[in-house]
């Protein structure tokens, strides 16, 4: 188990969603946080910086918005699941651009673009798989 | 004119929606990451946390949500008008919820819970006056 | 009186510390939060880029370490002085060299370095002066 | 490979220092962020909260100084080793207060806790790790 879902299992007030879709969230959104924040700067040191202007954006904003999700999603205390799916629809929306943004210069042989795409793409599905069990 | 208006004035990214908007979005966002950051602490404080508990936790969410909008709505550079009205939507919405919990505490009689209603009402009319400016 | 004021005077737990200090260091922390994150967007909107590359890293470090030091500065319960000292240590730090660097390019003309570099020296100022009074 | 040492690896700024060390680091900060936001709201839903009031106020500011930690250590670009230093220092203190608050209540029965102190204890370790081989 991850240390996310060990907490989780260990807080007081059990969560009434899948615990797993949670944890795996919580886990995808932090990873996200980190590779989008390393992949910025990366970008910020390559040659062909013009090109990568909207990918380093796009990987600032995604960082900030992971992290507040992961830290939305680590608190069970009074969840309010309206605000949670707001915030997970702006997480999957923000991985899908980056993501798509970064997959672009992957292809092209960057190799951190090519990392931080699928830890998008991971964050955006587990976001996606709490929205269809995260109950209104 | 404040801080974040003079940053905004001498980038070289001028933002193609109301100036005067933007700024007063990115000021009331930090201004409410401020209150809700204290406002939780103060409510952890008091004697009837019992009943501070959902204010708490709202506080928490909201102080990480407007600092992430604030922190978005600062960067110029390849500006993503999709992302950011989803952002600014559910910015409003939690600084609607959170402020609606202090409200009601600062109507008993907590002054830092009607101070941090207070801020929480200006940032979300600032992001929803903003949000009725941008063309996405 | 400051936003920042006004929830320090409200919080059921005073601060020991010179609270005019305070209030002064927690609003410099956040304004500056707010033109690192502008400064590192406008940097990078810049033709010498290249020479820039400093700035928008120091700009990035500067905007988080004063974020975390505002936040930790507006909690009251439970105030641990030693933390404080080396968290307003490191933030006095990242304004000083972070500030220095901007300063540089805003002497070259660049406005919105010049207006950051006066944001770093002022929150540079306000934690040497919160540390002045801070009692451990 | 975990993701930080993937995203070190394909950065075209090499770390000059133990980049093993520098993974290890990134990764036990984002551990630690986590687990901190976790327990200061896993502590809000206990019952002996008076007692838990100085776990919840260093959780939060322990998640914030490590989130910040793990952001500055994940950029390569013009990587300043004074700033680097005490911001390490500051994180490793951090960790050290509050995973010694997080034992104790471990200790008397409190899992998420026992859990949030190992995490500390590691992040804490990392930290130090790395200013060994931090050359200034």
Do not use: Y
């Not at 995808?28 to 390393?38: E, I, K, M, R, V």
């Not at 999603?73 to 707001?86: E, G, N």
């Not at 990392?115 to 996606?128: D, M, S």
């Amino acid at each position: 188990m991850s240390l996310a879902g060990s907490m989780l299992q260990s807080s007081p007030t059990q969560p009434h969603i899948n615990k797993a879709a949670l944890e795996a969230c919580i886990t995808a959104c932090f990873d996200c946080t980190q590779t989008c924040t390393s992949c910025a700067d990366a970008c910020l040191a390559e040659q062909q910086r013009e090109m990568l202007l909207r990918c380093i954006r796009l990987d600032l904003d995604c960082a900030d918005i992971c992290d507040t999700t992961g830290k939305l999603l680590s608190r069970q205390v009074a969840f309010d699941s309206t605000l949670a799916r707001v915030m997970l629809q702006t997480c999957a929306l923000a991985c899908r651009i980056c993501g798509a943004e970064c997959e672009q210069h992957g292809r092209r042989g960057m190799e951190h673009c090519r990392i931080c795409a699928e830890a998008c793409r991971r964050c955006e599905e587990a976001c996606n798989q709490l929205l269809a069990v995260l109950v209104v």
